[in-house]
């Protein structure tokens, strides 16, 4: 009895000695930091000077900065943007490749579709900025070659076109992952539910919006999510293409922060644009779980 | 009916298809082109290919003395006496090679400057995905098949972790590695790409563990097989198909992570492919633009050629993976 208790312990002890190290990593690499950003964004940090506890200073100094407003706008609208081609564009495309007869077809398609993954995102980047929008670029050369000369302009760096163009970088929104998920997303509809379907009627468009895209919800909901994290904090697009020029036009949050805390070194100033931007990402992905359960739950009755 | 309804489907996916790649297709292109070839127009086919074919044709119809080609001349030119040129006529090897050389200048240009890039960002990625497949699998067994005080508030902790937006400890994190001396260095990279990377391991490991039959587990132990015996010889070689999705979706991560390498590694040393690819953009924009665009889409080229081997062997374990709902809300 005692040695089995004995034994007992020390396999607990070696269980949590073989876990040691992911917390180790963990804790170090994003326990401490996440801790530090809210700790941090109380204190007027510089590098290579003292900190000094101020309390909500560098919050109010944000909410009155004048980049505060622009930045959220051209956030808000980025993101808007991106879920909405990011969900309508590769679903279409999906069922397009779904409703294939041929499987060696449908396999080409979503080859295709997924090629562009092996360029890296830098590179994709660079080639909008100096390729496509470029002065000498492709649409403008393009317009050049229709006579329509003088609709050419710096796409990136005219004050009216600057959001529009980084909004339509990677039109036509069509490669990547997306597709594959809402492909398997359709392919898991029971063979049943499409016979039904058929039964009532409904074909073409109004299958697709009525049957297809409900029962896809649950891919909708994490592509939703994961498109809005990912351009909340994302903004390493701009920092490649415009730098946050003409201007402010392009400004985001994310890259406010960058700039205070690489350029300025206003260490503090950036952990609270950081923070509010956490709490930002958190209400979202809150509300966007519980308005989809609840759709979820209606159709569930329904 | 049917038959008009595929043909229409295969025209939109045709034409989605085709603008999808028409960019990557034009930066092949003009990679192969030389810059004042680009400079005079973006559309076009490289030139130098066309007038290898020309000169093949030539020399196969005898007609060798019609291979000629534009030189140069060399000297004064503080004058800017671009504009002299000679027209000389070459041998058939030799004009090919000039030919050649014309072809590949951009890629020699940028490969001298990626070269090193690449065998950085290869290391990098190496080390990173042999110790999130360890570290993963390694806490995912001990989670998934053993019983211990706080399993599953630890559990928990670790999966908190992918809450944590990266835009939160950007900063935070930097100010750290900086406080641990390890900017400019290998490590910067690879220990927050391990701590980050097991995270979403851990996950798709412990779910593809807990699937694995109990009688598995019993029989190996009837066998005599110890704790590391059954981990190593039983569960590992049953795990082929789940370190594969792990290992691309690390590659693909390490291979496109941008702002860490730019932020901590300054030193052009240490750059990898994705910073490095940014920063030869940024050189060539700062200095002459027009005298180095050839190089810059060659670099683009063979930055993405890494990756295109690797989609090409795991590109079905990868549509399989998916296909088999590991991404679900």
Redesign the interface.
């Known amino acids: 009895m005692g040695r089995a208790k004995l034994f007992g312990a020390g396999?607990?002890i070696s269980?949590?000695l073989?876990?040691l190290?992911?917390?180790v990593?963990?804790s170090?690499?994003?326990?401490?930091?996440?801790i530090?950003?809210f700790s941090?964004s109380f204190y007027r940090y510089e590098v290579g000077g003292e900190s000094e506890f101020i309390g909500f200073a560098n919050y109010l100094e944000y909410f009155s900065d004048p980049t505060f407003g622009p930045s959220f706008y051209h956030m808000g609208f980025l993101t808007a943007f991106a879920v909405v081609v990011g969900i309508v564009v590769p679903l279409i495309?999906a069922k397009?490749?779904f409703?294939?007869?041929s499987e060696k077809l449908k396999h080409i398609?979503?080859?295709?579709?997924?090629?562009?993954?092996?360029?890296?995102?830098?590179?994709v980047l660079?080639?909008?900025r100096?390729?496509?929008y470029d002065d000498?670029?492709?649409i403008n050369?393009f317009l050049r070659?229709l006579r329509l000369g003088e609709m050419a302009t710096g796409w990136l760096f005219n004050p009216t076109t600057a959001l529009w163009a980084v909004a339509f970088i990677g039109?036509?929104f069509?490669?990547g992952?997306h597709i594959?998920?809402f492909?398997?997303g359709l392919?898991?509809i029971p063979e049943s539910v499409h016979e039904a379907a058929l039964l009532d009627g409904a074909t073409g468009a109004r299958k697709f919006l009525t049957v297809d895209v409900p029962l896809v919800l649950?891919?909708i909901?994490?592509l939703v999510?994961l498109t809005i994290?990912s351009w909340?904090?994302g903004?390493?697009w701009i920092?490649?293409v415009t730098q946050g020029f003409p201007g402010y036009k392009t400004m985001v949050p994310?890259l406010w922060?960058?700039y205070n805390?690489?350029s300025f070194q206003r260490?503090g100033y950036?952990?609270s644009i950081?923070?509010i931007?956490?709490l930002v990402?958190?209400v979202l992905?809150v509300l966007n779980l519980r308005y989809f359960k609840s759709a979820e739950s209606v159709q569930g009755v329904g | 009916m049917v038959r008009k309804r595929t043909i229409a489907i295969h025209a939109i996916l045709m034409v989605f298809v085709v603008w999808t790649l028409i960019p990557f297709l034009f930066v092949i292109n003009n990679s192969f082109r030389t810059t004042s070839e680009l400079e005079r127009s973006f559309f076009g086919l490289p030139k130098s290919l066309g007038r290898m074919a020309t000169f093949t044709l030539y020399e196969l119809t005898g007609k060798s003395d019609k291979i000629v080609i534009r030189t140069e001349v060399e000297g004064d030119n503080d004058w800017g006496s671009g504009g002299q040129t000679e027209m000389k006529t070459l041998e058939y090897g030799d004009s090919m090679r000039l030919l050649w050389q014309d072809l590949t200048s951009g890629y020699r240009l940028s490969w001298k400057d990626l070269r090193p890039y690449t065998l950085n960002t290869f290391f990098v990625c190496f080390i990173t995905v042999c110790g999130v497949i360890c570290l993963g699998s390694i806490s995912a067994y001990i989670f998934s098949r053993y019983k211990f005080p706080g399993r599953s508030f630890l559990f928990v902790c670790v999966l908190s972790v992918m809450m944590i937006p990266q835009v939160l400890t950007l900063v935070p994190s930097f100010l750290l590695v900086k406080k641990m001396n390890l900017l400019n260095s290998y490590w910067v990279l690879i220990l927050p790409y391990v701590a980050g990377g097991q995270i979403f391991a851990i996950f798709l490991f412990k779910s593809f563990f807990d699937g694995l039959p109990q009688d598995l587990f019993d029989a190996a132990k009837i066998d005599g097989a110890g704790h590391f015996r059954l981990y190593w010889n039983v569960v590992l070689p049953l795990s082929k198909p789940i370190i594969s999705v792990v290992a691309i979706l690390n590659v693909l991560g390490t291979w496109n992570n941008f702002l860490w390498p730019f932020v901590t590694n300054t030193d052009p040393k240490y750059h990898v492919v994705a910073s490095g690819v940014y920063v030869i953009g940024k050189v060539l924009e700062g200095t002459d633009t027009v005298t180095n665009l050839p190089a810059m889409y060659a670099a683009y080229v063979l930055s993405s050629i890494p990756l295109l081997i690797l989609f090409v062997y795991a590109t079905k374990p990868f549509i399989q993976g998916v296909s088999a709902g590991a991404f679900k809300a």
């Open positions: 396999r607990y269980c949590y073989l876990l190290p992911t917390y990593l963990v170090v690499f994003s326990f401490v930091p996440f530090w950003a941090k495309v397009l490749i409703s294939l007869r398609y979503r080859l295709l579709f997924l090629a562009p993954i092996v360029v890296p995102r830098v590179a660079m080639i909008w100096f390729m496509i000498g670029g492709m050369e070659v039109f036509p069509a490669s992952i594959l998920i492909y398997a392919c898991n649950s891919q909901k994490l999510i994290i909340v904090q903004f390493e920092l490649i994310g922060m960058y805390a690489f260490m950036a952990c950081g923070v931007l956490f990402i958190l992905t």
